[in-house]
C-alpha cells in the first residue's frame, strides 16, 4: 500500500493514477482537501500561452492538459476562452516571440482586430493594440478536488482528512509505515511506500525521513470582484509579470497576481499596499477597474523546488520535479513531486505513479489520461426549500446533505459565504441549522472560525464602499449577534 502525504490537486492526482493501475492507495492530509495552495489559486486552465515563451515545456504540457481535462473532468471546467492582449508600448519583439513560442508549442491561436477585443470585453483598455484568443479556461478547482475524491474512493483509496503525518517510519532502509496524529491521539499505518505531496510544506515533509529537499516558495496575491465583470480570461501580451492575468468565476472576476520570496509555507495575511498595487496593475487592462467592487483578497503559496543537488528522477518541465529519494542513496520507497500547476496536475500525478509502480515491481500503465471522472450521483436527500445564502442562492436542502461535513467544506462545495456580504446575513443561519440537525458541539466557534477567515480578505481591501461595508458587518455581527468582533480600527 502506498501512503500520498498530501490532499491537494497534486496528490490527488498521484492517488488516482495509482489506483487506476490498481495500487491500493490511501491519502493522508493534515487539513482538509484543497486547504493549501489548491484551494488559493487563480483558477486558470492555462492554454500554454503564458509559458511561450519563457517555458517551451511547461507551455506544450499545459496545452496537453488542457485538452485531457476537458475530455476527463467536463463538469470541472468552464470553457470561456481567453485573450492575450497588448497594452504596452515596445513589446513587438516579445510579440514576434510568443507567436513563435505558441506555434512551436501547437497552441492554436487566432488574431482579432482591436474592435472585436474591445467589443468582447467590455471595458477593455481602448489603447490595446492587438488581440489573440487562446484556448484559455477556467478550472474550478473545488469541484475538481470533489471529482477525484468521489472517484477515487469509489476505486478503493482512503481518504484521511484532519490526520497529520508525524513521523516516516523504516526497516532496513525502507519505508514501512507512517505515524500519523488525528483529534484522537496517535496511531500506525503499515505501508510499502510514501510520496510526498505536500506542496509547499514538502520540505518539511521530507524531513519526515531525513531528506533535505529545498523549496522555493514565493506567495501570491489575488484581488476577487463581485459580478463577472469580464466574460473570458483577459492575459496582458507581455513578458510574465505581477498584476497581468484577469480570470471570470461563477459570478466574480479574479484579478492576480504578484510573486514575493518567502520561507513559510502558510500563506501571509494580504496587505492594503499589496492590493493596492495590484489593483494598479489590473488597471492597465481594464482602467474602470478600480471602480469594480472588490468582495476580497486571499494569497496562496508556490510550492517550487530549489534543487540543492537532489538530481530529479523525472524532471519532464522546469516546473515540476518528482524525486526517488532511495535512487539517491536516502530511504528506499521514498519519493517527492513538488513544483507545477494545477493545469498539470494530472500528468504530475502519471510521471510521479510511473516511479512508484517500478519500485514495487509492476508494470500496468497509467491510464489517467482516458478515464472521465464521474459526478456524484445527486444527492436529493432532503427537499427543504428555503434559502440560506441569498448572494449565492444556496438552499437548506443543499447544506442539510453536506451536514456530516466540515462547516469549511461547506462553503467550498456550495459556495455559501463566498458573495458580495462574505457570510454576514448566512453564516448564523447556517450554523443554527448545523446545531439543530446535528450534534456538533462549537457551533459558535465555527461561526467565529468563519467570521474571521472571511474578514481577513476583506479588512485589506476596506477602502471606499468596502469600508463602510466591514463597519457595517462588523455592527451587524457585534450589535444585532451579540458576536464579539474587535473593532477598534473602524472608529
Ligand atoms: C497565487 C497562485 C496562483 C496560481 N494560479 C494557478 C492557475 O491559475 N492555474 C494553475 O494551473 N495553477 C495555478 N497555481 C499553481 C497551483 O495552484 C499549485 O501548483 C497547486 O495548487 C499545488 O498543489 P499541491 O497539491 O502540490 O499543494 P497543496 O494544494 O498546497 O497541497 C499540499 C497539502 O499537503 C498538506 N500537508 C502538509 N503537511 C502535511 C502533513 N505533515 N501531513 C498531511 N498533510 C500535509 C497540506 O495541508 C496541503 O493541503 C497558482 C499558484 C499560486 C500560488
Not at 28 to 39: Q, Y
Not at 76 to 97: I, L, N, T
Not at 172 to 200: F, H, L, W
Request: glycine letters at 10%; charged letters at 20%; a negative charge.
Amino acid at each position: 500500500m502506498v501512503v500520498v502525504i498530501g490532499g491537494g490537486c497534486t496528490g490527488l492526482g498521484v492517488a488516482w493514477d495509482l489506483i487506476l493501475r490498481g495500487v491500493p492507495v490511501t491519502v493522508v492530509e493534515a487539513r482538509e482537501l484543497g486547504s493549501g495552495t489548491s484551494g488559493r489559486f487563480h483558477g486558470l486552465l492555462h492554454s500554454g500561452g503564458r509559458y511561450a515563451v519563457t517555458d517551451p515545456v511547461s507551455a506544450k504540457q499545459c496545452r496537453q492538459e488542457n485538452e485531457v481535462l476537458r475530455r476527463i473532468a467536463p463538469s470541472a471546467v468552464e470553457s470561456v476562452g481567453g485573450y492575450f492582449v497588448s497594452v504596452d508600448d515596445g513589446v513587438e519583439s516579445y510579440m514576434r516571440d510568443w507567436i513563435a513560442g505558441t506555434q512551436s508549442a501547437g497552441i492554436p491561436v487566432t488574431e482579432v482586430s482591436v474592435e472585436t477585443a474591445i467589443r468582447r470585453l467590455p471595458g477593455l483598455n481602448p489603447r490595446v493594440q492587438r488581440a489573440f484568443a487562446v484556448a484559455d479556461a477556467v478550472l474550478k478547482g473545488f469541484e475538481l478536488l470533489d471529482l477525484l475524491r468521489v472517484n477515487g474512493e469509489r476505486r478503493g483509496v482512503t481518504i484521511l482528512t484532519e490526520t497529520r503525518v508525524t513521523q516516516v517510519q523504516t526497516v532496513n532502509g525502507q519505508v514501512s509505515g507512517i505515524s500519523v496524529r488525528t483529534k484522537d491521539g496517535e496511531r500506525r499505518i503499515p505501508c510499502d511506500a510514501v510520496v510526498n505531496a505536500a506542496g509547499p510544506w514538502a520540505g518539511q515533509v521530507a524531513q519526515l525521513f531525513g531528506e533535505r529537499v529545498q523549496m522555493e516558495l514565493s506567495s501570491g496575491l489575488m484581488l476577487i470582484y463581485s459580478n463577472r465583470m469580464v466574460p473570458s480570461v483577459v492575459n496582458r501580451l507581455a513578458p510574465p509579470g505581477d498584476g497581468d492575468i484577469v480570470v471570470p468565476h461563477g459570478r466574480t472576476v479574479i484579478l492576480g497576481t504578484t510573486e514575493v520570496p518567502q520561507v513559510d509555507p502558510e500563506p501571509p495575511e494580504p496587505t492594503r499596499e499589496s492590493a493596492e498595487y495590484l489593483q494598479s496593475l489590473g488597471q492597465a487592462m481594464f482602467p474602470e477597474m478600480n471602480r469594480w467592487r472588490i468582495l476580497r483578497a486571499f494569497v496562496g503559496v508556490r510550492p517550487l523546488f530549489e534543487g540543492n543537488g537532489v538530481v530529479p528522477q523525472s524532471r519532464v518541465s522546469r516546473d515540476f520535479t518528482v524525486v526517488d529519494h532511495g535512487r539517491q542513496g536516502g530511504l528506499q520507497g521514498a519519493f517527492s513531486v513538488m513544483g507545477g500547476k494545477w493545469t498539470t496536475f494530472r500528468l504530475m500525478g502519471e510521471r510521479t505513479a510511473d516511479v512508484v509502480v517500478e519500485y514495487l515491481h509492476q508494470s500496468s500503465p497509467s491510464i489517467s489520461a482516458h478515464t472521465v471522472l464521474e459526478p456524484d450521483a445527486p444527492r436529493e436527500k432532503h427537499s427543504a426549500s428555503s434559502t440560506i445564502c441569498e448572494c449565492e442562492r444556496v438552499s437548506e436542502a443543499q447544506l442539510l446533505d453536506q451536514m456530516a461535513e466540515p462547516f469549511d467544506n461547506w462553503r467550498t462545495r456550495t459556495w455559501f459565504a463566498m458573495g458580495p456580504c462574505q457570510g454576514t446575513m448566512c453564516a448564523h443561519r447556517a450554523v443554527s441549522l448545523r446545531m439543530q440537525y446535528t450534534d456538533v458541539e462549537g457551533g459558535l466557534d465555527e461561526l467565529t472560525n468563519l467570521r474571521r477567515e472571511r474578514e481577513r480578505g476583506v479588512r485589506p481591501v476596506a477602502w471606499g464602499t468596502n469600508a463602510r461595508e466591514l463597519a457595517l458587518t462588523e455592527a451587524l455581527s457585534c450589535q444585532t449577534l451579540a458576536e464579539g468582533v474587535a473593532h477598534d480600527h473602524l472608529r
